[in-house]
């Protein structure tokens, strides 16, 4: 089992949607989740980040966590077709604080 | 402003050169990283340091060889041992050491290797 999971997609979504993007871990004794969005050919840049479990919104952006799940996911409201991106989920790893697992991605397509 | 300049943005070499890729950060963060990123892969940790002068290795540090001198830098060889070493090259740095602290990344250079 890998330590982080993402479905690659592509996700397709309409604009104007909702997109969810799904996260699953396998260190139950992970604290720290984080959400980077990379644009193709570039770097990632961080959209939002959760300790505790329930949600956390940023502006159009959503985190969620349930701790006791072992799953994390990102939802986008007014899904606009400059959100189309890979969306990458990282897990720290609680047997070694020092390192953080980035899950494979998501790629999300958001269709006018 | 404030960020993480990483350079060459795109580098061609021959198989069997060593090639030093540079990363320089002025955001003050005590800890810096090298990522590598395949297609259809996530990324995978080469080298991170926590403070001057001291470095550990990532899962895949085979092949390549870091430094930290200074705090503001922290370059990333990729010798001849490595054995695929066309990919997409990522620094990235944090605040601390702290397992919160998000990180930052650079623009990433873009290795060929030939």
């Known amino acids: 089992q890998k330590e982080v999971e993402q479905n690659s997609g592509p996700l397709s979504v309409p604009e104007g949607a909702i997109a969810s993007l799904n996260c699953t871990y396998s260190?139950?004794?992970?604290?720290?989740f984080f959400w980077y969005r990379q644009y193709s050919g570039k770097s990632p840049e961080l959209i939002m980040f959760?300790?505790?479990?329930g949600d956390k919104e940023d502006g159009r952006f959503t985190a969620q966590l349930n701790k006791a799940s072992q799953y994390v996911s990102l939802l986008i409201r007014d899904s606009q077709p400059s959100d189309s991106a890979t969306y990458l989920c990282?897990?720290?790893?609680?047997?070694?604080?020092?390192?953080?697992?980035f899950g494979t991605g998501t790629r999300l397509q958001v269709f006018p | 402003d404030g960020g993480i300049t990483q350079s060459p943005k795109y580098l061609f070499r021959k198989e069997g050169q060593n090639v030093t890729l540079s990363c320089e950060q002025n955001?003050?963060?005590?800890?810096m990283y090298w990522y590598r990123q395949d297609p259809g892969q996530g990324l995978r940790l080469i080298y991170y340091?926590?403070?001057?002068?001291?470095?550990q290795k990532g899962d895949i540090a085979e092949g390549y060889s870091v430094s930290r001198e200074k705090k503001e830098s922290f370059p990333l060889t990729v010798t001849s041992a490595q054995k695929n070493p066309t990919a997409f090259y990522l620094c990235?740095?944090?605040?601390?050491?702290?397992?919160?602290?998000?990180?930052?990344f650079g623009n990433g250079t873009r290795l060929t290797v030939t």
């Open positions: 260190d139950r004794g992970s604290q720290s």
């Open positions: 959760i300790y505790s479990n």
């Open positions: 955001l003050n963060h005590d800890a």
């Open positions: 990282a897990v720290n790893v609680a047997y070694n604080t020092d390192k953080l697992i």
């Open positions: 990235a740095s944090s605040g601390s050491w702290d397992k919160n602290s998000p990180l930052h």
């Open positions: 340091s926590q403070i001057v002068n001291d470095f």
